[in-house]
């Protein structure tokens, strides 16, 4: 990880809780959480808000918003 890794903001909504952790590490935590907490069950997940924003960004980068 370096100093300007963004982090990415997570929620479990069954647990009550959030955290931020790096993106590189966001696949392994969310999947430790879940396995360990729901049974594999995915519950927790990137912030919804955060994710539809960057699924924004990504459309529009790819010029998919374009009409």
Known sequence: ????????PIVCEECET????PLSDLADRLEGHNE??????????VDPDVADQ????????????DG
Do not use: S
């Open 36 to 45: 360990r907490m729901h049974d594999g069950e995915a519950i927790a997940e």
């Open 1 to 8: 990880m370096t100093d300007d890794e963004p982090n990415v």
């Open 54 to 65: 960057l699924a924004d960004l990504i459309a529009d980068e790819l010029g998919l918003l």
């Open 18 to 21: 959030t955290a931020e952790v």
